[in-house]
């Protein structure tokens, strides 16, 4: 067998693992449901187009080109009776007046009002709720998925320390083509589940009459979060499966793996507080660490020239091979030792494991 096929049958195992675990799938579908109702439920929960009882005149055809529900009644008296029984939302009558119960319908109104002619100083300008929203859907995707998945595969790598598969396994292939599939594999369901989600969301909001330029708003920033995203996840999936080397025990994951936590926070609140910021979030789409995140948040706001992307997912590819190194020479140190806890010097220092496999 070759290192090839050892990667690739280690990542196939990997994923198999996975799609039959209950906890993953239920998961998996909790987020779909999740998000298809954040996509729809404002929609139906919004209610159709008010319902309004009027005259036949010109009101009646203006309300009605507006969408709204129009009621053409005799004279303003069985209009506003409409109103009281609840029959209909709203009422217009002679002045022009409307008449409602309890709730202004802004809607009624503004299809009255005339409108004046609107210059638009800065066309291209991001709806503040969107520049909101953007970085922090960005921003929690990243971290989301690294903190879940990179703990899935440290408990899986310790898992196979402490029942002793890991002899079994470094024996038949080579422990960088373990830790290699491992990452790969991780990559491909985490990949897998975010693109599931995307769809999901899309087609909920396509099937909520959602904006369709709001897709190609985001298209640019979305399709270069792509590469980022999985550049930037394989290099911290290399030091999560260090250090589930690292321990023997599932219960001493949690402070063994505490710098990659940071690591991994450090951009989602760093997006989140700063991404008003031009200096910090340029600085910051260079940084390996928060650039996932930081460089599609650029180029969504429209910060970003067309070079900087490729040079930042350079930086990043560079960073990812030098963090695949190291945490393969920690992973290597560290996988055969069972007397406890691992430090990170000693996994540095030592390559017996390394030797032994090689």
Known sequence: ??????????????????????TFLFGTLFFLVITA???????????????????????????????????????????????????????????????????????VVDALSTRPEIALLDPNAVDPVLAYLVPFAFAFVFFFTSLTFGL??????????????????????????????????????????????????????????????LISLLGPAIGWFVPFFVVGFVMLAALWAAVGALVNRQEDIGSA????????????????????????MTIMSYLPVTSPTAMPVRLFHGDAAGWEPLLSLAILAVSALVMLAIGARIYEGSLLRTNGKTRFATAWRDREAARLTS
């Open 152 to 213: 899935q595969i440290a408990q899986s790598v310790t898992e196979e320390k402490q029942t002793r598969v890991v002899e079994i396994l470094v024996a038949a292939i080579p422990v960088r083509a373990l830790l290699a599939g491992k990452v790969i594999g991780g990559a491909v369901l985490a990949f897998g589940q975010i693109t599931l989600i995307a769809v999901c969301g899309f087609v909920g909001a396509r099937v909520a009459g959602g904006d369709g330029n």
């Open 1 to 22: 067998m070759t290192t090839l096929d050892a990667v690739r049958l280690v990542a196939a195992r990997e994923i198999r693992v996975k799609l039959r675990d209950r």
């Open 37 to 107: 109702g954040a996509a729809i439920l404002p929609a139906l929960l919004g209610g159709g187009p008010s319902s309004v009882a009027v005259v036949q005149g010109p009101e009646a055809t203006r309300l009605s080109a507006a969408g709204l529900e129009v009621r053409t009644v005799a004279d303003d008296a069985a209009a506003e009776r409409l109103v009281r029984d609840g029959d209909v939302d709203a009422a217009v009558v002679a002045g022009p007046r409307v008449l409602a119960m309890d709730d202004s319908p802004d809607d």
């Open 257 to 280: 793996s505490m710098p990659v936590q940071m690591a991994v926070m450090l951009p989602f609140f760093a997006v989140i507080f700063l991404n008003d910021n031009r200096l910090a």
